[in-house]
């Protein structure tokens, strides 16, 4: 039912792509590509959610927006020391939490880790085990940079595939 509330955001406005892209700072880490998210709920009931995403660290702190297919924003998280804020495109106040994995399973009902996406997106093994979710490579870039990882978790399948720079 939450992860419904994700998908019936409406497409942003352009302002929230432009706040994450012009803070001024130069990414330390930035990746972009798509996302599937299939969820099972206790009762059986299957449902799935996919778009794109771009993930970019700077010294201020970690942004995540997810995008519909057509780029339109579902939501943006901004982490910083402070913590982790979540906007949407709806005229909604913003909400925030101690962490964006708190955000995210209030949000979507699924605890995705989103700090450690960094890690997994950069990971040299081919497989990892950390917070409850397990982690394969299933295609590298031709740099060598994972292409495409699977998470796996309780219930849960979450699929990034990276664009190519």
Avoid: H
């Avoid at 901004?78 to 964006?100: F, K, Y």
């Amino acid at each position: 039912m939450k992860r419904r509330i994700l998908l019936a955001l409406p497409a942003a406005a352009a302002v929230l792509t432009l706040a994450g892209c012009v803070t001024g700072q130069p990414p330390l880490f930035e990746r972009y590509g798509r996302f599937a998210l299939v969820s099972t709920s206790a009762s059986g009931e299957r449902e799935a959610v996919n778009g794109r995403f771009s993930l970019r660290r700077t010294s201020a702190g970690l942004r995540l927006n997810l995008m519909t297919p057509l780029n339109g924003i579902l939501a943006s998280i901004e982490v910083t020391p402070s913590g982790a804020v979540l906007e949407t495109s709806q005229n909604e106040s913003p909400l925030r939490a101690a962490t964006a994995e708190e955000l995210m399973l209030r949000t979507t009902g699924v605890a995705v880790p989103v700090e450690t996406l960094e890690r997994w997106l950069t990971m040299k093994g081919d497989r990892a085990s950390e917070y409850g979710w397990s982690v394969r490579v299933l295609k590298r870039r031709d740099d060598g940079m994972p292409g495409t990882i699977r998470a796996s978790s309780t219930g849960v399948s979450l699929t990034l595939t990276m664009d190519e720079d």
